[in-house]
């Protein structure tokens, strides 16, 4: 059996036919392109962090459970006592998870454009997924096309990014709740832009049997520790457990991850700096001729270039030492659009400076 028929044997059609996620070598480059919060820890806070990994016990399994870090989030988020958390390597493994739970073939339900990790995780599974466009003047639900898709297809789950990626917005929230309403399935509210953004739908676990909140750590600025957290009724969170695989979360990731959140202030201060540059940003780019950003509840900003231009603008800012995220090429809504994250001042203004040569380079 040659390599390529052995290939084609084992491995299913649905992987087979599938591009692996790329992520962009930022070597040399000013890092705008992937949601990081761009500032470090003070180095009062590192010491105390590193004299704490010293008593790591790395010769041992770290905790199944992950008890103290469990408890750590639901201080910080006040999640009422009688729902529980599901941790996962970053949100990507909570993704898999609750989709690898469902029967064969079932039907996976987002707007799009959404988090790609969405649809790439259903397409490895084999399972039915189904994106419905957002409105084009606004990136808002399209209440009518949703509700008509969930009657057709019954999706066993909804994932609403709340804010969106990519687009940056918060979805109407009037919307969200006719569509937990109408689903027959679970709806995962996927708020991992919550620090930068002023709404949450926590506090509403409670009153649907079938609504799940998902977090992560990441764009708050532990990107490296790769953590995540399901919220949601016991009964649910009970059944993912099972297909969870053990110790899905290190020992350095749980000492790491209380210690932080444990000092939470620094995280704090960082994040009002984002929002507070998210908004000059903002503004810099309405100046600029050509260039329409969109509001943005997240730490990046989408922005629309001049027709037919998004490519040259990107490849011309990162021939400038600055990276960004090209998202002309998903098409739909996002034609022309490229999106930039918030970073340091002076990163900021490295992009604002590339991003007008460029269109000097155009004109």
């Not at 309405?286 to 231009?309: D, H, Q, R």
């Amino acid at each position: 059996m040659t390599q390529s028929n052995l290939i084609s044997h084992v491995i299913r059609k649905e992987v087979l036919a599938m591009s692996a996620y790329k992520v962009a070598d930022a070597t040399g480059l000013v890092k705008l392109d992937a949601m990081e919060n761009p500032y470090s820890w003070p180095e009062a806070i590192k010491l105390k962090w590193l004299e704490l990994l010293k008593d790591c016990p790395l010769n041992r399994y770290p905790d199944p459970d992950a008890k103290t870090l469990v408890q750590t989030l639901k201080q910080l988020t006040q999640i009422p006592d009688q729902f529980e958390m599901l941790l996962g390597n970053g949100s990507d493994e909570i993704i898999q998870l609750l989709l690898m739970a469902l029967p064969e073939a079932s039907a996976v339900l987002a707007p799009a454009p959404g988090f790609v990790m969405y649809k790439q995780i259903s397409d490895s599974l084999g399972l039915k997924y189904i994106g419905v466009p957002l409105l084009t003047d606004s990136f808002d639900l399209d209440l009518p096309a949703m509700l008509e898709a969930i009657e057709q297809h019954q999706p066993r789950v909804i994932f609403l990014a709340y804010p969106n990626n990519p687009t940056a917005n918060l979805f109407n929230e009037a919307a969200i709740v006719e569509i937990i309403k109408a689903s027959p399935g679970l709806v995962i509210i996927d708020e991992a832009y919550a620090p930068f953004a002023s709404a949450s739908f926590l506090d509403q676990l409670d009153c649907y049997g079938n609504l799940l909140v998902m977090r992560t750590v990441s764009k708050l600025g532990l990107a490296g520790l790769r953590l995540g957290y399901l919220m949601g009724r016991p009964e649910i969170i009970e059944q993912l457990n099972k297909i969870r695989l053990p110790y899905n979360i290190n020992s350095l990731t749980q000492m790491s991850a209380v210690f932080a959140l444990s000092n939470k202030t620094f995280f704090d201060e960082q994040t009002k700096m984002i929002c507070t540059e998210r908004g000059l940003v903002l503004n810099a780019l309405n100046e600029l001729n050509g260039i329409t950003p969109f509001p943005s509840a997240a730490n990046f900003i989408l922005f629309k270039t001049p027709e037919n231009t998004a490519t040259d603008i990107f490849l011309s800012i990162k021939k400038q030492g600055v990276l960004i995220k090209n998202m002309a090429g998903q098409g739909g809504v996002l034609t022309d659009c490229l999106r930039v994250t918030i970073g340091k001042p002076e990163e900021n203004r490295a992009f604002l400076e590339a991003l007008k040569c460029s269109l000097r380079e155009l004109n």
